[in-house]
């Protein structure tokens, strides 16, 4: 026999040997520990019994403060935050308070986005903010102010101008400037 036909039979060898081999050894699968969830499938509900969370994202409740409101409904704020991506989430949550009977206001994205969102006379705005390892979701609720609460002047948006009508009242007082 040739030299090369022995070296090559035993390279062939070698290789069916190899291959048997790699066949029996079990399979390891490996997942990216610092990978962000992109879809919301699951949710549970806040401390705001309308809003719901989505399951990747636990409440940090050092960083939550929700009591009861002028309506017994609950007011405050609630910090959520996990492993999800801020657009996907952006997106759900979006869909997610409107199935809860919650308008969208407005909204505005940057590298954090804010969505603002009213049900009856409740306001809700959601800030989401994402860094490399986390996203944090605060929630805040609020009822208006009753009547009685909000000041009864109002201030010129205009500089310079002393005067400012009172319009409960009919009557104009002057405004005098803030020393330096």
């Known amino acids: 026999m040739d030299f090369r036909t022995i070296l090559a039979g035993l390279a062939l060898l070698s290789l069916t040997a190899c291959a048997d081999t790699a066949a029996s050894l079990p399979s390891i699968e490996f997942t990216n520990p610092f990978a962000m969830t ?5 949710v549970y509900t806040s401390r705001f019994n309308d809003i719901p969370i989505p399951t990747d994202m636990k409440s940090a409740t050092a960083k939550t403060f929700v009591s009861g409101g002028a309506n017994g409904e609950p007011v405050g704020v609630e910090t959520v935050a996990g492993r999800v991506d801020a ?28 969505a603002v ?8 705005v959601l800030s989401i903010v994402e860094t490399p390892l986390t996203t944090t979701m605060r929630i805040w609720v609020v009822e208006p102010l009753l009547n009685s609460a909000l000041p009864k002047t109002q201030t010129s948006m205009f500089p310079g101008d002393t005067n400012v009508n009172i319009p409960e009242t009919g009557k104009t007082v002057e405004s005098v400037p803030l020393a330096d």
């Open 38 to 42: 992109n879809t919301v499938t699951a």
């Open 87 to 114: 657009a996907s989430l952006l997106s759900s949550m979006q869909k997610l308070m409107s199935n809860q009977g919650w308008t969208q206001k407005g909204m505005c994205t940057a590298d954090d986005s804010i």
């Open 117 to 124: 969102f009213s049900k009856g006379s409740r306001t809700a």
